[in-house]
């Protein structure tokens, strides 16, 4: 047991590197600049960072500024190629192409014209990020909870214009006030598998009282109660998978333990605009018998 005083001030180190990193992707992020966030010697720091993160620093950097990179070119319209690549810290849009492609098998107009988010997980599923999942997840008894659910159908890419009319809905009706309301998610079927036209995702705010009739088409349903697998995602909610391929690839066949008939459904921690979507925390709920 000696050495875990150690292995918990490492743990806190490297965690607090690695939030540096995601702040100031379009900063220095050399080795010197690292090694002294992490308050360790340059000389020490390279190995030290590849034996806990999995990936040597300079790898680890690169990959998640191409991680933003994809993530930007598929959701904003306007964002250029030549933005991408000087956004990733690279000297031309030709090297950060190969670098792209050489990364997630497809180069960057491809990627935003039809995002596979499939290779996008797999490719930023990063060891460090599996082997900390498996010691944050908690099993807890989910007790059953009345929502207001407006069910968004169609492309994932759409799903916040429909958390937009639900907003509005909140405001508008009075009910399931966001301040001491719990907001949930409930993906029915994975994103980056289903056709987009097929995609379905409920949007839900817990309520006391029936839902009173709207042009809104908000209606009530009910999250039904029991046993769950919990883990808290910390960041954006587009970037969820990280959280969710580990609890199934890893902890779920070491677990012994069965799921239940049930989608997986999100609890929302934070509120937007208030918090900074990359500060968000979102509780994973996977239903088990």
């Not at 799903?159 to 909140?170: A, C, D, L, P, T």
């Not at 907001?183 to 029936?210: K, L, M, V």
């Not at 009910?222 to 199934?248: F, K, L, N, Q």
């Amino acid at each position: 047991m000696s050495d875990m005083p150690t292995h918990f001030a490492y743990t806190k180190r490297f965690n607090a590197v690695l939030a540096y990193i995601d702040d100031n992707l379009e900063g220095d992020l050399s080795v010197k600049t690292l090694s002294q966030v992490a308050n360790f010697s340059a000389f020490h720091f390279h190995r030290q960072f590849t034996a806990f993160v999995g990936v040597p620093v300079s790898r680890y950097v690169q990959l998640m500024r191409l991680r933003r990179a994809a993530h930007r070119l598929a959701a904003l319209p306007d964002y250029s190629v030549l933005d991408a690549a000087s956004g990733a810290g690279f000297e031309s849009p030709e090297a950060f192409c190969r670098a792209f492609r050489r990364s997630l098998g497809m180069t960057p107009s491809a990627f935003r014209k039809e995002p596979n988010w499939q290779v996008w997980n797999s490719v930023f599923a990063i060891p460090h990020f599996s082997r900390t999942i498996i010691m944050q997840v908690q099993i807890v008894e989910f007790p059953e909870v009345r929502v207001a659910t407006l069910e968004h159908c169609g492309p994932p890419g759409l799903v916040n214009e429909s958390v937009r009319k639900f907003i509005e809905w909140r405001m508008q009706s009075g009910q399931s006030p966001v301040a001491s309301s719990r907001s949930f998610g409930i993906p029915y079927g994975n994103p980056d598998t289903t056709p987009p036209q097929a995609f379905r995702f409920a949007i839900c705010g817990e309520i006391h009282e029936a839902v009173v009739p709207n042009e809104f088409g908000v209606h009530e349903t009910v999250i039904p109660g029991g046993r769950c697998a919990v883990v808290r995602h910390a960041g954006s909610p587009d970037h969820i998978g990280e959280t969710i391929y580990p609890m199934y690839r890893d902890w779920l066949p070491a677990s012994g333990e069965e799921l239940r008939d049930q989608p997986l459904f999100f609890h929302y921690l934070s509120v937007y605009p208030e918090t900074p979507q990359d500060q968000w925390q979102t509780d994973v709920y996977v239903p088990l018998q």
